[in-house]
């Protein structure tokens, strides 16, 4: 069964570096979306993106965050300068949109520490 | 601001028994409505999706949807200490185009 796959699994950096979380979606899915859930807490959605544009973004997701859709297959997260509160696990997700159908599947994450 | 209120828990049922899990939700304008299963430490994993006032089944699961009272609910029978986890309601805004989250019920089932 096909599912959304992201590296590394566990990142741990500086505060100030900058980091990239990578995923594959699931290939014939057409939406892409990133979330981040701090722990003991509940998941947020940080952005969506479509056809190679953002389609929809929260407030968490400020300047210094950007994503990209480098080739045909990775969708990757950037952090420009991590702060201590961007320790989090991030989720990967796509979906087929169909209508208001919209079945998100999550990818296993990727723990972000950052010291 | 769009909200998705669920019990915190934890529920604890034993084997063999149905639990019962609830979320409300405010954005009168939603229109379709996830349970996601999230085991400690892991993804969450999508297990029912419902868009239609009533009841779906699908196994062991039904959600019950009442757009009127903006009210999601998930039935589990015949629980087995496997389905222990904690239970994420997901409501999608088709206005908005996200996925809000409850903060999740802990289920307990007791072998």
């Known amino acids: 069964e096909p599912e959304v796959t992201q590296t590394p699994s566990h990142q741990v950096t500086q505060m100030g570096q900058e980091v990239i979380l990578r995923c594959v979606p699931i290939s014939n899915h057409l939406y892409f979306y990133w979330y981040r859930q701090i722990l003991g807490q509940k998941v947020e959605f940080l952005v969506s993106?479509?056809?190679?544009?953002?389609?929809?973004k929260s407030e968490i997701f400020d300047d210094q965050f950007s994503v990209e859709r480098p080739d045909g297959s990775n969708f990757t997260l950037k952090i420009r300068s991590t702060k201590l509160e961007d320790s989090a696990m991030y989720f990967c997700a796509s979906s087929v949109i169909r209508g208001s159908y919209n079945e998100q599947f999550f990818g296993p994450g990727t723990r972000l520490t950052v010291l | 601001q769009k909200e998705v209120e669920q019990n915190s828990g934890p529920l604890s049922v034993p084997e063999g028994a149905i639990a019962s899990l609830n979320c409300t939700y405010s954005?009168?304008?939603?229109?379709?409505f996830f349970w996601y299963r999230q085991y400690s430490g892991k993804s969450p994993e999508l297990i029912m999706f419902?868009?239609?006032?009533g009841d779906k089944e699908d196994g062991r699961f039904t959600a019950q949807l009442n757009k009127a009272s903006q009210y999601v609910s998930l039935l589990i029978r015949d629980s087995q200490p496997s389905d222990s986890a904690t239970y994420l309601c997901a409501v999608y805004s088709g206005s908005a185009r996200q996925l809000t989250f409850g903060s999740g019920t802990q289920l307990t089932v007791l072998p």
């Open positions: 954005d009168r304008g939603s229109q379709s």
């Open positions: 993106f479509y056809n190679n544009e953002i389609s929809e």
């Open positions: 419902i868009y239609s006032n």
